[in-house]
């Protein structure tokens, strides 16, 4: 896999901190991904000098993980560094605490593959009472890009139509207090995504009709690219539940995105034009698959 060097360093504490748990999937033999808003910010602003639009207090990693002893064997390794600690009650949370900042940092470990059920859901033992979906994360790492953060550091990152999969599958699950950060990240991305490394490629697999069609609207031609890579590397149950989630809520997604840019008059037409642009490129890769 090739390693994808970034124009822009990475910050310091990001850098830090994925030292410290490559090591861990390193000495545990595991494969590590990172996701969520700091990858977000690493693909858009480190790699390609965009603007990756909210910040975010957190970093998400993923790993493969055969077993809850196996992930419970993650935490306490980086526990045993002395540099992370334990949150009981958020049971996939660590606080990482580094010279850089005086608080503490958090970080989120999320197991997928043997642990979670046939409905891509994992249940934290031993109570099984928080839920959380994993929905995407197979094909997110499988996706993924092989990135440089630092001169003796290269993990996976999520690409940024894996990231765009697990952000809809956030946003469907989380509960209202939280969904706007989601949905804020995937207009993001849809904005962003032309500008992302593709403008060459828009121009080789957009149909003349589709640019016609938005009247060559740079950012709508973008997401309608965003949906077609989504789809490419989904597998059939993810593309299926994509498709189905976002026709149910369409409506309610364009909504939250509006609702993220206070202050612009047309921020829900153009959340609109961009989902409908979206969901045209998922649709035109899938009649491609058939």
């Not at 993980?65 to 064997?73: L, M, P, R, T």
């Not at 560094?81 to 049971?91: A, I, Q, S, Y």
């Not at 894996?162 to 849809?190: H, P, Q, V």
Request: glycine fraction near 6%; hydrophobic fraction near 45%.
């Amino acid at each position: 896999m090739q390693i994808i060097k970034p124009i822009k360093p990475v910050d310091v504490l990001t850098v830090e901190i994925a030292h410290e748990i490559e090591k861990v999937s390193k000495t545990l033999g595991l494969e590590l991904l990172l996701v969520g808003a700091q990858a977000k910010v690493i693909l858009l602003e480190n790699i390609h000098g965009l603007n990756p639009g909210r910040a975010t207090g957190d970093i998400d990693f993923a790993f493969v993980v055969e077993s809850w002893d196996q992930y419970n064997q993650i935490k306490q390794n980086l526990v045993a560094t002395g540099k992370f600690r334990e949150l009981p009650k958020e049971k996939q949370r660590l606080l990482y605490k580094s010279s850089l900042i005086e608080h503490e940092f958090i970080v989120d470990i999320i197991p997928f593959g043997a642990v979670q059920d046939a409905k891509n859901r994992i249940a934290w033992p031993p109570e099984m009472d928080v839920v959380m979906s994993v929905s995407g994360y197979q094909e997110a790492l499988e996706s993924a890009l092989l990135v440089e953060l630092d001169i003796d550091l290269a993990i996976k990152v999520v690409s940024l139509a894996g990231l765009a999969i697990l952000k809809i599958f956030a946003w469907s699950e989380r509960g209202t207090t939280t969904k706007n950060k989601d949905a804020l990240d995937l207009l993001t991305l849809l904005l962003t995504y032309r500008e992302a490394g593709n403008k060459e490629t828009i121009y080789e697999v957009l149909p003349p009709e589709v640019m016609e069609a938005v009247d060559h609207n740079p950012e709508q031609m973008g997401a309608w690219l965003l949906g077609y890579d989504v789809a490419a590397i989904s597998g059939a149950d993810t593309n299926e539940a994509i498709t189905v989630l976002i026709e149910n809520k369409k409506d309610s997604l364009a909504l939250q995105m509006a609702k993220s840019q206070s202050g612009n008059e047309n921020a829900l037409d153009v959340a609109e034009a961009l989902l409908s642009s979206f969901t045209q490129g998922i649709q035109h890769a899938n009649t491609k698959k058939n």
